[in-house]
Every structure is written in structure tokens, then in C-alpha cells.
């Protein structure tokens, strides 16, 4: 039956702290959850900033494992485009690095280098060019690649490139041949032939107002074949195949002028792999 206002009430207080602590110590529980959670998730966060921070800096690869490391540094595959492998030599020989390593790097370091002396102004003119080979061939193919390379190079030849029967351009022209190696690949690995692809760009061609050879670039592989003397890596063949050749880019082209300003401001550099 409900109470009527006259029946008297009774209130029962409860102590203020009884009626609080509870409440304060359920709050306070989850609150400090979350911020544990929060502090957490903010440092994974930190971390995997940094992780794709490093791996997008210009230069850098993988680190070489043991294995890579016994094997002279090569680098992992999947980077192929990134300039990889140990620093060249610092010895020369008439002007060409000599004394490569005995591993897989040092035969396509000496590839590399050796496709640039054959592809230089050096080689029109029958001294330096006797030089050249006596330099990067091993001693038991140097008559034979002599051979070769002088009917390569006849007086026939030099006249198509407006040289004459030594390799010199006429007064007022400037006659250039540089090869730039973009990269090179091991084909074959032995002590008895080792075989070496390197892929190039060359300019080849006559400057001045009087030229009419312009300078023109050429893509081709080079295929080197090199045998291990005891010291050095020495070459004992190569061959020539066109391209690979990307797409020319849509750029006017230099004058004769900015061309030959450009080959002698330029210098050309000692490559390794």
C-alpha cells in the first residue's frame, strides 16, 4: 500500500567516501589502458617512419651478406639499377686501370675499363692503339687482337671519320670517341675465360664548321672475354652487338660549338662494378 505523506520516512546517508572511491577507481583503470596502448602504437608508428625513410634514401642498398661479401661484394638483384660493388682500382697503366681483383667484380671492373680504351680517339692511331692492346691483353692473344684491330682500323676507316691515314682530324676539326659504359653483366665466370657483357653509349664524329661527320652516339654490348694472368685480368676476345637503344628523348640537339666544349670540360671516369 503506498505511503501517505503523513507516515514518517526513513533516509539512510551513506559516508562520502563510501560513495566515490569506487567510482574513481573504475575510471582510473581504463584511463591508464589507453594511454599504455596509445604510447605504444605511437612508437610502432615512429618506427616504421623511419624504416621507409632509410629505404627511400638516394644510394642506398641492402646491406652484402657473408656470402656476398666471400664472393667480392656483389649486390643483391633486385636493386639492378642502383651503383653498386667496390671501389675501382687506384693503379693505371698508361693511363688505363690495371691490377683488378681476382673475383667476379674485378673482371667486370677490367671489362668495363678495357671498353672504354677500345672505344676512344686512342684507338685511330696505330701508336697509341699498339699501346692500348700491349696494355690490356694477355700476352698470348696480343698478336692476334693486333692483327685484327689494325685492319679494323686502316686508312680506309679513318678517312670515313675525316681522319687521316695516322688518326688526326684536319686544322680547325676536332674528331671524338668516347664510350660510356651504363652497366655490365657477368655472362660466364672461370679462371681460363671469363666472359664479361657490358652495355655502352658512344659519341663518335667531327666537330668544327667545317664538319661534316657530326657527333652522333651509338648503343651496343660489348662482349669481353678475359683470362686470369696470376696479377691482372687480360683481355683475349670481344665482340660487338648492336642496342640494347632506348627511345631518343625529345631534346634539340648541341651545336658543333657546345659539343667539343663539353668533351674537353668533361673528363671521362675509372669504372668498377
Avoid at 8 to 34: D, M
Avoid at 224 to 250: E, N
Wanted: with cysteine; net charge neutral.
Amino acid at each position: 500500500m503506498p505511503l501517505s505523506d503523513d507516515q514518517p520516512h526513513t533516509r539512510t546517508r551513506l559516508p562520502v567516501a563510501e560513495q566515490t572511491a569506487p567510482a574513481a577507481g573504475r575510471q582510473a583503470r581504463p584511463l591508464r589502458t589507453l594511454l599504455t596502448i596509445l604510447g605504444v602504437v605511437t612508437l610502432l608508428v615512429i618506427a616504421v617512419a623511419i624504416a621507409n625513410r632509410d629505404k627511400a634514401l638516394p644510394g642506398r642498398t641492402p646491406a652484402a651478406t657473408s656470402g656476398d661479401q666471400a664472393r667480392g661484394g656483389t649486390a643483391p638483384a633486385a636493386d639492378r639499377t642502383a651503383a653498386t660493388g667496390q671501389q675501382p682500382v687506384t693503379t693505371t697503366t698508361n693511363g688505363i686501370g690495371t691490377g683488378y681483383p681476382h673475383t667476379d667484380q674485378g673482371a667486370q671492373s677490367a671489362a668495363a675499363n678495357y671498353a672504354v680504351a677500345l672505344g676512344s680517339t686512342d684507338m685511330f692511331r696505330p701508336d697509341t692503339r699498339h699501346t692500348i692492346l700491349a696494355t690490356v691483353a694477355d700476352p698470348t692473344s696480343l698478336p692476334t687482337l693486333q692483327t685484327r684491330l689494325d685492319q679494323a682500323f686502316s686508312p680506309e676507316t679513318n678517312a670515313r671519320y675525316g681522319l687521316d691515314a695516322q688518326g688526326k682530324a684536319a686544322k680547325g676539326l676536332t674528331f671524338i670517341s668516347r664510350t660510356v659504359p651504363i652497366g655490365a653483366n657477368l655472362a660466364n665466370y672461370s679462371d681460363t675465360g671469363t666472359k664479361v657483357d657490358v652495355w655502352c653509349n658512344s659519341l663518335v664524329g667531327l666537330t668544327g664548321e667545317a664538319s661534316t661527320i657530326p657527333v652522333t652516339e651509338n648503343w651496343y654490348t660489348l662482349n669481353v672475354t678475359l683470362r686470369w694472368t696470376g696479377s691482372d685480368w687480360k683481355l683475349i676476345d670481344f665482340s660487338r652487338k648492336a642496342g640494347p637503344t632506348p627511345l631518343p628523348a625529345d631534346q634539340q640537339a648541341a651545336t658543333s660549338e657546345e659539343i667539343t666544349d663539353a668533351v674537353q670540360q668533361f673528363g671521362g671516369f675509372r669504372y668498377a662494378r
